[in-house]
């Protein structure tokens, strides 16, 4: 221990002096699984770096003294209290002095980042003279925080630019990815890669030799932040931004690429400063708040299951579009995969797209073999005898469903699960004749199964707790989030989404063009519009959701989901509401002096709003913040706005309810308000 820390007593980090003169600073959070910078965790830094300023050693060296990773950011259960009690300036300006002081340290400073190192991780990094990371798959760097709706405000967004140049920097921000060790090394954001085992060695070696980056890197950190490169490389950057995300929506990609334009020529202060100014006053917006408040559901959908789901094979009855990716993804994922249908030429399919998934995902080539390998052709079920986990993907017929779980249940291991994959039948429908109900269950994922995240896991009142415990388990060993909803008619995103999709295809059929209608959707905030997302999962099976559907929710369907012409199904045909070529909708034009309905946006979005509070009273979820996770990550419903019950809080349910009985009113009672709309839940504050 080093003379000049005799006396303090720190809580989270730890003080060693090698005996190479280096001082390695180990954090470990006090009662935590992960590091996280917490205010506590900054203010015992200070005062580290203070003592050190007084005695500088020949190097320091930062790194984890938890196995998991570095550090994973900020805080941001401590990041929502500072919001609400207005000092979130005062926060950020904390964070920028302790790295600041890090940075002007007279003696070299190494960060030794192995596994994951994301936002603050990153800062502190950045602040470091020098940085090695460490070779193994687990180390991943980024600065994620424009998907909080924020952007890096501890010197991140004043540092990286000038380190490996603007547009690599901007892009790595823009978009919150993240990179290896040896991607990261490549673009010179770290110096040295090396084995874990001696991570902390190489950095002090580093810390006692330095380094001199290459001439390139050095020239390009200069060149790209000049005054003419901003004025050249902004408005790029900006029109790029605006093909995936609109500034009323998001503002924080705007509002980095703003900052640096104005100040990335400037000294580090003024960066900072100007940095400071743009994410406190970002941090107070809606979007900010909302997007946090995913980022906090989406750990609650993660944690509802544990590690232990004893599932190690899979078998899959069905090879369509979705038993075939659900069993692919899971052969993915690690899961020994059989794969059964009626004929062989429906299995060869699946196994093709298989293929192209493994090819896809895994960069190694010389692993894909062994991926492929989990997945295998099964046409006469055999793998039902040995399979921990049957998923039934067959078409959405009840009698269908229920004839092959008399087959196939006698074959099942004693502690094997049966569930289904179906997008809207009760199972109260499906478990006649079942023996082992208990382990009987939905597991109803979405399309296309590689993309979406979400997995409703379906119960029913003789449904064991231990199988939607291993079904969540389950889920989480796919990387998918589940929702355990209620098995009635269409769940919970089937049942939300149907009322909107409805009511596009009879505006369509009403003669308001396709593209028009999707406009408004996509403006609304939704990831696409309704008239391509019907093609998209296709008329056939949108009529199929709308025959279980229908009657249950007293709408009518349009004749367009009615009557499905072979080979105009939609996306996959080619042909459907829309014209489809290499799986892009063909719009038609629309005439430019149109004008869209004043209400077409009520019209598509109150329906899903207000089947999503039938939803929440009729107890489909067992609360708000499960439906609004839910409906965000199965139909992608705008994210910004925080989910459809948030939505509904922060535009007021009363307001909304006068603008659906205007609408019933004026189209009909398919508009009427649904059960609901007086529960205490739609009325709690906005966060």
Same mark, same amino acid.
């Given at each position: 221990?080093?003379?000049?820390?005799?006396?303090?007593?720190?809580?989270?980090?730890?003080?060693?002096?090698?005996?190479?003169?280096?001082?390695?600073?180990?954090?470990?959070?006090?009662?935590?699984?992960?590091?996280?910078?917490?205010?506590?965790?900054?203010?015992?830094?200070?005062?580290?770096?203070?003592?050190?300023?007084?005695?500088?050693?020949?190097?320091?060296?930062?790194?984890?003294?938890?196995?998991?990773?570095?550090?994973?950011?900020?805080?941001?259960?401590?990041?929502?209290?500072?919001?609400?009690?207005?000092?979130?300036?005062?926060?950020?300006?904390?964070?920028?002095?302790?790295?600041?002081?890090?940075?002007?340290?007279?003696?070299?400073?190494?960060?030794?980042?192995?596994?994951?190192?994301?936002?603050?991780?990153?800062?502190?990094?950045?602040?470091?003279?020098?940085?090695?990371?460490?070779?193994?798959?687990?180390?991943?760097?980024?600065?994620?925080?424009?998907?909080?709706?924020?952007?890096?405000?501890?010197?991140?967004?004043?540092?990286?630019?000038?380190?490996?140049?603007?547009?690599?920097?901007?892009?790595?921000?823009?978009?919150?990815?993240?990179?290896?060790?040896?991607?990261?090394?490549?673009?010179?954001?770290?110096?040295?890669?090396?084995?874990?085992?001696?991570?902390?060695?190489?950095?002090?070696?580093?810390?006692?030799?330095?380094?001199?980056?290459?001439?390139?890197?050095?020239?390009?950190?200069?060149?790209?932040?000049?005054?003419?490169?901003?004025?050249?490389?902004?408005?790029?950057?900006?029109?790029?931004?605006?093909?995936?995300?609109?500034?009323?929506?998001?503002?924080?990609?705007?509002?980095?690429?703003?900052?640096?334009?104005?100040?990335?020529?400037?000294?580090?202060?003024?960066?900072?400063?100007?940095?400071?100014?743009?994410?406190?006053?970002?941090?107070?917006?809606?979007?900010?708040?909302?997007?946090?408040?995913?980022?906090?559901?989406?750990?609650?959908?993660?944690?509802?299951?544990?590690?232990?789901?004893?599932?190690?094979?899979?078998?899959?009855?069905?090879?369509?579009?979705?038993?075939?990716?659900?069993?692919?993804?899971?052969?993915?994922?690690?899961?020994?995969?059989?794969?059964?249908?009626?004929?062989?030429?429906?299995?060869?399919?699946?196994?093709?797209?298989?293929?192209?998934?493994?090819?896809?995902?895994?960069?190694?080539?010389?692993?894909?073999?062994?991926?492929?390998?989990?997945?295998?052709?099964?046409?006469?079920?055999?793998?039902?005898?040995?399979?921990?986990?049957?998923?039934?993907?067959?078409?959405?017929?009840?009698?269908?469903?229920?004839?092959?779980?008399?087959?196939?249940?006698?074959?099942?291991?004693?502690?094997?699960?049966?569930?289904?994959?179906?997008?809207?039948?009760?199972?109260?429908?499906?478990?006649?004749?079942?023996?082992?109900?208990?382990?009987?269950?939905?597991?109803?994922?979405?399309?296309?199964?590689?993309?979406?995240?979400?997995?409703?896991?379906?119960?029913?009142?003789?449904?064991?707790?231990?199988?939607?415990?291993?079904?969540?388990?389950?889920?989480?060993?796919?990387?998918?989030?589940?929702?355990?909803?209620?098995?009635?008619?269409?769940?919970?995103?089937?049942?939300?989404?149907?009322?909107?999709?409805?009511?596009?295809?009879?505006?369509?059929?009403?003669?308001?063009?396709?593209?028009?209608?999707?406009?408004?959707?996509?403006?609304?905030?939704?990831?696409?519009?309704?008239?391509?997302?019907? %093609?998209?999962?296709? @008329? *056939?099976?949108?009529?199929?959701? /709308?025959?279980?559907? =229908? $009657? &249950?929710? !007293?709408? +009518? #369907?349009?004749?367009?989901?009615?009557?499905?012409?072979?080979?105009?199904?939609?996306?996959?045909?080619?042909?459907?509401?829309?014209?489809?070529?290499?799986?892009?909708?063909?719009?038609?034009?629309?005439?430019?002096?149109?004008?869209?309905?004043?209400?077409?946006?009520?019209?598509?979005?109150?329906?899903?709003?207000?089947?999503?509070?039938?939803?929440?009273?009729?107890?489909?979820?067992? %609360?708000?913040?499960? @439906? *609004?996770?839910?409906?965000?990550? /199965?139909?992608?419903? =705008? $994210? &910004?706005? !925080?989910? +459809? #019950?948030?939505?509904?809080?922060?535009?007021?349910?009363?307001?909304?309810?006068?603008?659906?009985?205007?609408?019933?009113?004026?189209?009909?009672?398919?508009?009427?308000?649904?059960?609901?709309?007086?529960?205490?839940?739609?009325?709690?504050?906005?966060?």
């Amino acid at each position: 221990m080093l003379s000049g820390f005799d006396g303090l007593r720190f809580s989270h980090w730890q003080t060693e002096i090698r005996d190479d003169g280096i001082v390695v600073l180990s954090l470990d959070r006090a009662d935590a699984p992960v590091n996280a910078f917490s205010q506590d965790v900054l203010l015992e830094l200070a005062e580290l770096i203070e003592r050190i300023a007084i005695d500088p050693p020949r190097g320091v060296v930062i790194r984890s003294a938890k196995a998991n990773g570095f550090i994973a950011g900020a805080d941001l259960k401590e990041f929502q209290e500072y919001d609400r009690r207005g000092t979130v300036n005062d926060a950020i300006r904390r964070g920028q002095t302790v790295f600041q002081k890090l940075a002007e340290l007279p003696c070299p400073t190494v960060a030794a980042i192995h596994g994951f190192c994301m936002g603050g991780g990153t800062e502190i990094a950045l602040a470091c003279r020098y940085r090695v990371a460490s070779d193994d798959a687990s180390t991943r760097i980024g600065l994620p925080e424009t998907k909080l709706g924020i952007f890096p405000g501890w010197g991140g967004s004043a540092r990286l630019p000038n380190l490996i140049g603007a547009p690599a920097a901007m892009d790595l921000m823009l978009t919150g990815r993240t990179v290896s060790a040896s991607a990261a090394r490549a673009m010179g954001l770290v110096d040295k890669v090396a084995a874990p085992a001696v991570l902390v060695d190489t950095a002090a070696a580093l810390a006692l030799s330095g380094t001199v980056r290459p001439f390139k890197q050095r020239f390009t950190g200069w060149v790209t932040n000049t005054w003419l490169a901003r004025k050249l490389l902004a408005p790029q950057m900006t029109k790029q931004v605006a093909r995936k995300a609109h500034k009323e929506h998001y503002p924080a990609p705007y509002a980095l690429i703003n900052v640096w334009a104005r100040t990335g020529g400037a000294g580090i202060q003024a960066r900072l400063d100007a940095e400071r100014k743009a994410v406190v006053k970002l941090a107070g917006t809606p979007t900010a708040r909302n997007l946090i408040r995913i980022f906090f559901l989406t750990e609650r959908l993660k944690g509802l299951g544990g590690k232990e789901h004893n599932i190690k094979h899979v078998h899959v009855v069905g090879a369509g579009v979705m038993g075939g990716d659900i069993a692919a993804w899971s052969a993915y994922k690690g899961f020994e995969v059989t794969l059964q249908d009626r004929e062989q030429r429906f299995i060869d399919t699946a196994l093709a797209r298989g293929n192209e998934l493994f090819n896809k995902r895994v960069k190694d080539a010389g692993k894909r073999p062994a991926v492929a390998a989990r997945l295998k052709s099964d046409l006469a079920g055999h793998g039902v005898a040995q399979a921990d986990l049957v998923i039934e993907a067959i078409i959405e017929k009840p009698e269908a469903k229920r004839d092959l779980y008399q087959q196939v249940e006698p074959q099942m291991k004693a502690d094997a699960l049966l569930t289904t994959n179906t997008s809207s039948i009760p199972l109260t429908e499906l478990r006649e004749h079942i023996q082992r109900p208990a382990q009987f269950a939905g597991l109803h994922y979405f399309n296309p199964v590689a993309m979406m995240p979400l997995v409703e896991i379906v119960q029913h009142d003789a449904m064991a707790e231990e199988t939607r415990k291993r079904l969540a388990a389950f889920c989480k060993a796919l990387d998918k989030l589940p929702v355990p909803v209620a098995g009635t008619p269409g769940f919970l995103v089937n049942r939300v989404l149907f009322p909107y999709m409805l009511e596009a295809a009879t505006a369509y059929a009403e003669g308001i063009p396709g593209p028009v209608i999707d406009k408004a959707a996509v403006k609304f905030g939704m990831p696409m519009g309704p008239i391509e997302l019907i %093609d998209t999962v296709g @008329l *056939d099976v949108a009529a199929g959701v /709308g025959e279980e559907l =229908a $009657p &249950f929710l !007293g709408l +009518p #369907i349009p004749d367009a989901l009615k009557t499905v012409e072979p080979g105009k199904r939609g996306k996959k045909d080619g042909q459907g509401l829309y014209k489809w070529e290499n799986g892009r909708a063909v719009k038609p034009e629309v005439p430019k002096d149109y004008e869209a309905p004043a209400d077409l946006e009520d019209r598509l979005i109150l329906p899903l709003l207000n089947e999503a509070v039938a939803c929440l009273h009729d107890g489909v979820v067992s %609360d708000a913040d499960l @439906l *609004d996770a839910g409906v965000i990550f /199965g139909t992608g419903f =705008a $994210p &910004f706005r !925080g989910g +459809p #019950i948030q939505h509904v809080r922060a535009t007021g349910a009363d307001a909304l309810v006068e603008r659906l009985k205007t609408l019933q009113t004026r189209y009909g009672d398919r508009f009427a308000p649904r059960p609901g709309w007086d529960m205490p839940a739609l009325r709690e504050p906005v966060a």
